[in-house]
């Protein structure tokens, strides 16, 4: 849904653009109002989408996973909400973190769908060090997954979870590029409409 939005507020800055030359005849005063309305409707998306994120991901009905890790090196970790590990069916993607030694972080997995995840640690970018089944039984009981060594319990699943992590790092890379976007020409909107009215 937000990538839709992204995508119609960086159309929508394109043509506030060219409606920026419009200066004057019947049209000048719609196409400043559509400005005006494209610069609030932007800047209100955007501060709203950046307060979801920053604040604390606590989903009603969700499992709380705290990921501690006990490795002298910092791991890169990734949860995947699995529906079915047969078919390597994935519901969901999480980006934990990177937990330094002896620290731990806690994210909240939507389970309804699901009683399985996967946690994937990366050494680095894409040096896939450890990777884990978890079955939840009860979906009342918090998780604690506490990582003491390098495994891989499944050489095949790892492979899944491997491009499933590549394919939100890419959908994420991608986002921010459009995001990025719509930032440089919002700004360049809001400032050929400050500097008209002076």
């Known amino acids: 849904m937000m990538a839709f939005i992204v995508l119609v507020i960086f159309w929508a800055c394109v043509i506030s653009l060219f409606l920026s030359k419009v200066k004057r005849g019947r049209g000048a005063e719609w196409a400043k109002l559509f400005r005006i309305v494209t610069i609030v409707f932007s800047i209100s998306i955007f501060t709203y989408w950046f307060i979801k994120k920053s604040a604390v991901g606590i989903v009603e009905d969700s499992v709380a996973l705290q990921v501690i890790n006990k490795l002298p090196q910092p791991l890169d970790f990734y949860a995947v909400t699995i529906n079915d590990s047969e078919t390597g069916k994935v519901i969901d993607t999480r980006h934990i973190g990177t937990i330094r030694p002896e620290y731990y972080r806690i994210e909240y997995l939507k389970m309804e769908k699901s009683?399985?995840?996967?946690?994937?640690?990366?050494?680095?970018?894409k040096n896939l060090v450890y990777f884990s089944q978890h079955?939840?039984?009860?979906k009342n009981i918090d998780q604690i997954i506490e990582i003491r060594n390098y495994i891989n319990q499944s050489v095949r699943l790892s492979d899944l979870a491997k491009k499933q992590v590549e394919a939100y790092n890419y959908e994420n890379i991608k986002m921010g590029i459009w995001i990025t976007l719509d930032f440089l020409l919002l700004f360049l909107n809001l400032m050929l409409l400050i500097r008209n009215r002076k």
């Open 115 to 125: 009683d399985e995840y996967w946690i994937v640690g990366y050494l680095g970018k």
């Open 135 to 138: 079955a939840l039984p009860n």
